[in-house]
């Protein structure tokens, strides 16, 4: 919050938070298969966690206006999970009232690392 607090410029910028494949409980890197099956219960801890996040973002920015991107950095043979663990998270967190018109849903980016 300090340093966004800290910067003067005018012009509105991105904040890019960037998921690896350790940040996904269902990625089993470097296992087969690469996405292990989860209980309805362990998904909906991921999907909390990552929710615990957007909403601490969301502090962060009623500091300095930013756009807020989320980059799945992860190996092309997990395919779209991570994707869709996102998209769920910030369903979730709309749902709770966390994104309006001050502070929108963020850009979700799917960027595979070749194995």
């Given at each position: ?5 800290t ?86 967190t ?22």
């Open positions: 919050m300090h340093v966004l607090s910067i003067t410029s005018p012009t509105s910028f991105e904040v890019i938070i960037v998921y690896l494949d350790k940040d996904f409980r269902g990625v089993q890197s470097p296992k087969l298969p690469p996405v292990r099956c989860m209980s309805q219960a362990d998904k909906v801890m991921e999907s909390s966690h990552h929710c615990a996040q957007l909403r601490a973002l969301r502090g962060v920015h009623n500091v300095r206006d930013f756009r807020l991107v989320l980059r799945a950095d992860v190996l092309d043979r997990v395919g779209e999970y991570p994707v869709q663990v996102l998209e769920e998270s910030v369903a979730a709309k749902a709770m009232g966390v994104f309006d018109d001050y502070f929108p849903e963020p850009l979700i980016i799917y960027n595979p690392r070749k194995s």
